[in-house]
Nanobody, 125 residues
Framework: VQLQASGGGLVQPGGSLRLSCAAS????????IGWFRQAPGRVRDGVSC????????YYADSAKGRFTISRDNAKSTFYLQMNSLKSEDTAVYYCATAWADGNGCSLEDMDMEYWGKGTQVTVSS
C-alpha cells in the first residue's frame, strides 16, 4: 500500500496549485480520501475529504470556496485543486485514505489509515 503526493511548490499569493496523490496496492474506489496539512509549529489539520460511497465532502473553513477535492478511481489518483492561495496556506500537505464504512469521510487524522509522504506548499512573494 502506497500513497505518493506530488504537485507542491513555491507559488505567489493569489496563485494556484494542484496536488495529486497516486495510490497503489489497493483499490482506491473503496476508500474515503482526504488532504491534511501541517504548518511549522502547528498540529496537522484536515483540509478536505470526500467519501467513496455516501456522497459526503467536507472542507475546513479555511479551504471553503478556494480548494476543491476530486478523485479519479480509474487512475487511482486523487487531487486537491488550490486556488487563491494565501501565505497562511504554506504547509506540508499530506494525502490519506480510510476504508469507506458508509458513515462519511473525516477530517480527523486519527481516522485515516494510510498516509502519503508530504509535499511542501510555500506561498510567498
Amino acid at each position: 500500500v502506497q500513497l505518493q503526493a506530488s504537485g507542491g511548490g513555491l507559488v505567489q499569493p493569489g496563485g494556484s496549485l494542484r496536488l495529486s496523490c497516486a495510490a497503489s496496492g489497493f483499490a482506491l474506489g473503496y476508500y474515503d480520501i482526504g488532504w491534511f496539512r501541517q504548518a511549522p509549529g502547528r498540529v496537522r489539520d484536515g483540509v478536505s475529504c470526500t467519501s467513496s460511497n455516501n456522497g459526503s465532502t467536507y472542507y475546513a473553513d479555511s479551504a471553503k470556496g478556494r480548494f476543491t477535492i476530486s478523485r479519479d478511481n480509474a487512475k487511482s489518483t486523487f487531487y486537491l485543486q488550490m486556488n487563491s492561495l494565501k501565505s497562511e496556506d504554506t504547509a506540508v500537505y499530506y494525502c490519506a485514505t480510510a476504508w469507506a464504512d458508509g458513515n462519511g469521510c473525516s477530517l480527523e487524522d486519527m481516522d485515516m489509515e494510510y498516509w502519503g509522504k508530504g509535499t511542501q506548499v510555500t506561498v510567498s512573494s
